[in-house]
């Protein structure tokens, strides 16, 4: 396949025939219906029917220019980046993260960041420890924050402080005069959980069964945030990473320390290879100051 079949074919698609594809590529209909057939035999791939001289799409059609136009995407994303390197002299950094940091504590980070970086293009990537460590190995994105690393990893792994898990019950809940909770302050309550098969939902586990402690068990969420939404709600209480429960403390929840602890570790990932930008640095120390901080807070 060569470029320029593939232009043919997303004009023709996107026009309607070739008669408008060949005014928007600035050709002859006849080059465009040439560069047609080139790609079907190419393709091996029957992409229309010929009818009355016109080109009728087949499902095959329809089922390719899904993949071009997310091809042409891409291709758009490196145009977009180019134009800001060339005129703004800066560029853009893609930031990966858990959701649990990237829902609640990045967006605050990135706020310091554009101030000093403000014709920076900021995007924020958001998925499990293992797929940021993907992106970050491939050089997808450009640093990233994870809750563990694999023993395969080929990323650069910078340690942040690890963080002790708080306690979120609802603002009326009998437990909210509680200067600290327990766990077996949580026997028989409903209990809001992450979903099965997050690191950090396993390890509460564990530690209510040492402890002896029997949970209502009805409510999950995918993500932190949601969970601590429900506690707002009325719906339970949960544990959840201290960054997180930073959004929540004034609107309608009690925020407090529990016991025995349950430390969340954090890691910082850049490429491999010493593959590190400048915009990365730069918003790394950023985040590590910013982290620092509202973890002293908590601990005061």
């Not at 180019?82 to 858990?98: E, F, K, M, V």
């Not at 963080?163 to 609802?170: A, G, L, Q, R």
Request: proline content about 4%.
């Amino acid at each position: 396949m060569k470029l320029r079949q593939i232009e043919a074919f997303r004009a023709v698609m996107q026009a309607g025939s070739t008669t408008a594809a060949a005014l928007e590529l600035h050709t002859s209909q006849s080059n465009v219906s040439r560069l047609i057939s080139q790609l079907e035999s190419d393709t091996r791939l029957v992409l229309f029917e010929r009818t009355g001289g016109r080109l009728i799409p087949k499902p095959e059609a329809k089922a390719f220019f899904r993949e071009v136009e997310r091809a042409f995407v891409g291709l758009k994303s490196l145009t977009y980046a180019a134009d800001s390197i060339r005129n703004l002299g800066s560029g853009r950094l893609r930031i990966a993260s858990i959701p649990g940091i990237g829902l609640s504590f990045l967006p605050r980070v990135v706020q310091r960041f554009k101030r000093s970086r403000p014709d920076v293009t900021v995007s924020v990537h958001t998925n499990t420890s293992n797929t940021v460590e993907q992106w970050v190995s491939s050089q997808f994105c450009d640093v990233g924050i994870v809750a563990f690393v694999s023993a395969s990893a080929t990323c650069q792994v910078l340690t942040l402080p690890d963080v002790e898990v708080v306690c979120i019950v609802p603002k009326g809940h009998r437990l909210a005069k509680r200067t600290k909770i327990a766990a077996s302050d949580l026997q028989g309550e409903q209990y809001i959980s992450l979903v099965h098969g997050d690191g950090s939902r396993e390890d509460t586990d564990r530690l209510f069964e040492r402890e002896g402690v029997e949970r209502l068990l009805s409510l999950e969420a995918q993500y932190s945030a949601t969970c601590c939404e429900m506690v707002k709600l009325g719906l339970g209480v949960t544990l959840a990473h201290p960054l997180v429960a930073t959004d929540f403390v004034g609107q309608g929840v009690k925020v407090l320390p529990f016991s025995p602890s349950i430390h969340y570790p954090n890691y910082l990932l850049y490429p491999p290879h010493g593959a590190v930008s400048q915009l990365a640095e730069e918003f790394a120390a950023l985040l590590r100051d910013q982290f620092e901080r509202e973890i002293v807070g908590w601990k005061k």
